[in-house]
């Protein structure tokens, strides 16, 4: 089995965009930041630096600009963080967590997330 390897805060953020995009370079990556923070693409360019020596992202070096992808997969990675915030902030219980994440007013769900998360449950109560 593979070392799982945490990504920061910022480096999740630069995964989000890689995620969605597939391929990107570092200025594609810096305007999508720039959207919702203030950052400097030199930060960007050596967050991504380091991502790659860490083994989350790859970076095709073929062309004078960089391309870069996410080596780490969308949904392990949400399980295994997901995980460890139930493991440690809600003492392995995943109701307590979804009973916060509902019960909040700040999160408040919308009718279409109720209906999928219905069907959710009945599927589960089924199997």
Known sequence: MTK???????????????????LATVRD???GLSKTKDV???TTL?????????GLVKRDE????????????????QKHILGK?????????STQLVLQALGTSETKATPEELEK??????????N
């Open 40 to 42: 400097g693409y030199t």
């Open 4 to 22: 799982y390897i945490k990504p920061t805060e910022s480096e999740l953020e630069i995964l989000q965009i890689l995620w969605e995009r597939g």
């Open 117 to 126: 998360i219905q069907a959710l449950l009945d599927n589960l109560k089924k």
């Open 29 to 31: 990556v810096h305007e």
């Open 85 to 93: 915030m139930i493991d440690s902030l809600f003492g392995g219980s």
């Open 46 to 54: 050596k967050l991504m630096q380091i991502m790659h020596e860490k």
């Open 62 to 77: 073929s062309m004078r600009t960089h391309i870069y992808q996410a080596s780490v997969n969308k949904e392990k990675t």
